[in-house]
């Protein structure tokens, strides 16, 4: 089964930065595409970010957009997403999600395999 782990989460303060990782275990994640997404409580899941299998496109959200980067390393079997100029709305369960289409997506309906997530706190 496929399998998916973030981590990095933490409590930071506003303007702080964070990286978050997604590890895959028992597959390829190179043959992939992978999105990032993030809840609240209270909210809908929303994806904020995305990466097509070898890095080519990428595509954001309007709210991180600027201050978020998603990047992975297929060598390493893993993605990231570094988090810069933190707010207080960011704080939510940030998820990785996978998907074998190898186009750019920020829906949730499309991603298949998920991650348990890691939890972001920005609080001053």
């Known amino acids: 089964q496929l399998q998916l782990v973030e981590s990095g989460g933490d409590s930071v303060q506003p303007g702080g930065s964070l990286r978050l990782s997604c590890q895959a275990s028992?597959?390829?994640?190179?043959?992939?595409?992978v999105g990032w997404f993030r809840q609240a409580p209270g909210t809908e899941r929303e994806g904020i970010a995305c990466?097509?299998?070898?890095?080519?496109?990428?595509s954001y959200a309007d709210s991180v957009k600027g201050r978020f980067t998603v990047s992975r390393d297929n060598a390493k079997n893993t993605v990231h997403l570094q988090m810069n100029n933190l707010k207080p709305e960011d704080t939510a369960i940030y998820y990785c999600a996978a998907r074998s289409i190898d186009y750019v997506s920020l829906s949730v309906s499309e991603y298949g395999y998920w991650g348990q997530g890691t939890q972001v706190t920005v609080s001053s």
């Open positions: 990466i097509t299998r070898r890095g080519g496109r990428t």
């Open positions: 028992r597959f390829t994640l190179e043959y992939y595409s």
